[in-house]
């Protein structure tokens, strides 16, 4: 177990690792979109139900679920020790330099942005994983068979303009932060070569930086404007 020691404790390691793990997470978004756009059915929240029953009782899915969790958590652990490790090796700043001349915004902030979603998972999660697991969820019934009814749970959240904001604002967050992230780890990895790089980047910019977080941002609009019969 001596490389596991070696890895944890290397500066390399440790970025291949936020890189595994980070990429990981954006194999998860795609899922986790895709099933999310059951929302926009307009069927009562007979899909969505149907959906999160089958994520919450498959077996593969929950045994995934884990490695989720697990990511979530060594991603940001990785991200605090390297950006410690960093401050303390250039306790002093240099007394002139350009930043934003050589790097883009995004890439500058990663250690912030990376804060900002870490607090939102874990609000994310109150209310609606632990709401699920543990909350009093209502009862829905289709075709005899019982599903915990998750999308009232739904509407109940985003049904407040509060909540709606901090998650179309966080989904900007997450915009920024695969911006650069996605990018970056594959080449970490040393994945980069001048025949496939420019689709990584292509997917990074405008699928997992653009799309993507467009896509979770409609969804509480979209839930909001119906709960109050705007549409």
């Known amino acids: 177990m001596a490389w596991v020691t070696q890895t944890l404790s290397s500066s390399l390691g440790r970025k291949v690792i936020m890189s595994l793990t980070g990429l990981f997470l954006c194999s998860f978004l795609i899922i986790h979109a895709a099933g999310n756009l059951q929302l926009f059915k307009g069927d009562g929240g007979r899909a969505f139900n149907e959906y999160t029953y089958f994520m919450t009782h498959n077996p593969l899915i929950m045994t995934v679920s884990y490695l989720l969790y697990t990511s979530i958590l060594v991603h940001a652990l990785m991200a605090f020790i390297l950006t410690r490790h960093n401050q303390a090796s250039r306790p002093v700043k240099y007394a002139y330099s350009k930043p934003e001349a050589n790097s883009e915004w995004s890439s500058r902030n990663m250690g912030i942005?990376?804060?900002?979603?870490?607090?939102?998972?874990?609000?994310?999660?109150?209310?609606?994983?632990?709401?699920?697991?543990?909350?009093?969820?209502?009862?829905?019934?289709?075709?005899?068979?019982?599903?915990?009814?998750?999308?009232?749970?739904?509407?109940?959240?985003?049904?407040?303009?509060?909540?709606?904001?901090?998650?179309?604002?966080?989904?900007?967050?997450?915009?920024?932060?695969?911006?650069?992230?996605?990018?970056?780890?594959?080449?970490?990895?040393?994945?980069?070569?001048?025949?496939?790089?420019?689709?990584?980047?292509?997917?990074?910019?405008?699928?997992?930086?653009?799309?993507?977080?467009?896509?979770?941002?409609?969804?509480?609009?979209?839930?909001?404007?119906?709960?109050?019969?705007?549409?």
């Open 113 to 231: 942005l990376g804060t900002v979603l870490l607090l939102f998972i874990i609000i994310h999660m109150r209310t609606f994983w632990f709401e699920m697991h543990f909350g009093s969820v209502p009862m829905a019934e289709y075709d005899g068979k019982e599903y915990k009814d998750l999308y009232r749970v739904v509407q109940a959240a985003f049904g407040e303009l509060w909540y709606v904001t901090l998650y179309v604002i966080c989904m900007v967050a997450v915009g920024y932060h695969l911006w650069h992230g996605f990018q970056s780890g594959f080449q970490t990895l040393g994945i980069r070569h001048k025949k496939y790089t420019p689709l990584i980047e292509f997917l990074g910019k405008y699928f997992f930086a653009i799309i993507i977080p467009a896509a979770f941002a409609a969804m509480p609009i979209y839930v909001y404007l119906q709960v109050h019969h705007i549409i």
